[in-house]
């Protein structure tokens, strides 16, 4: 029972280059979200979904991009790095709407 | 290891003590709520959670309470063990448009032998 599974667990990028974090879960839930988290701030919603082909902008959507194009798999495209963008990134997903939400083990962006 | 956390405020107990952690939340159209540990390098981990509904609910070991007027959240751990040291978020569900979950920036729990 995989869960929600996030690859990689650790990247390092450099300023201007573009990458794909991928996350999928097998728990055939329809709302999908990403997190970032940094130190003293908790976590901050970037983008959701609420379904395939269906999604939304967080509270600190800028220079993110996300689709949904299958129930299972939510990615998330930085298409131009910046070391602002250094946080450790979760990705969640929740059955419906006032459910709990269950959060991969995280991956961790260093962007130098 | 994690830095996540380095300025978050921190609650220190003794064992067997009972902690209580709080939380104000945003909006008073939020009907979920829930509360999460996170241990060092690991994802948040569901622990109790309870609906707009309740005031408070019960699970093992722990106690989430819910006051709609003040607009806060507690949450009750009996018995604290060394295990239980870890940071500790609220998330409300904000029922306005989609349903999105929004986390409370954290507390961390050190509970001394």
């Known amino acids: 029972n995989a869960g929600v599974t996030q690859t990689p667990k650790f990247q390092v990028l450099k300023t201007g280059q573009s990458m794909t974090l991928q996350c999928a879960q097998d728990?055939?839930?329809?709302?999908m979200s990403w997190y970032r988290q940094d130190p003293g701030m908790g976590l901050r919603l970037i983008h959701y979904s609420v379904g395939a082909g269906i999604t939304d902008q967080g509270e600190v959507p800028n220079g993110y991009n996300v689709s949904r194009s299958t129930t299972e798999d939510f990615p998330l495209r930085l298409l131009s790095a910046a070391p602002s963008q250094t946080s450790v990134y979760f990705c969640?997903?929740?059955?419906?709407?006032?459910?709990?939400?269950?959060f991969g083990q995280g991956t961790r962006l260093t962007v130098v | 290891g994690e830095s996540v956390g380095l300025h978050l405020p921190t609650l220190s107990v003794q064992e067997g003590d009972n902690s209580i952690i709080n939380c104000a939340y945003s909006?008073?159209?939020?009907?979920?709520f829930i509360w999460y540990k996170q241990e060092s390098g690991k994802g948040p981990q569901f622990i109790i959670d309870?609906?707009?509904?309740?005031d408070k609910r019960q699970g093992q070991r722990v106690t989430v309470l819910l006051n709609k007027t003040v607009k806060h959240l507690s949450l009750q751990i009996a018995a604290t063990q060394p295990g239980d040291s870890a940071v500790y978020f609220c998330?409300?569900?904000?029922?306005?448009?989609?349903?999105?979950?929004?986390f409370g920036t954290g507390t961390r729990l050190l509970v001394s032998p």
């Open positions: 309870i609906r707009s509904n309740m």
């Open positions: 909006n008073s159209a939020s009907d979920y």
């Open positions: 969640a997903s929740r059955r419906v709407m006032n459910t709990e939400a269950f």
């Open positions: 728990m055939n839930h329809e709302y």
């Open positions: 998330a409300e569900n904000l029922n306005t448009g989609f349903q999105k979950l929004v």
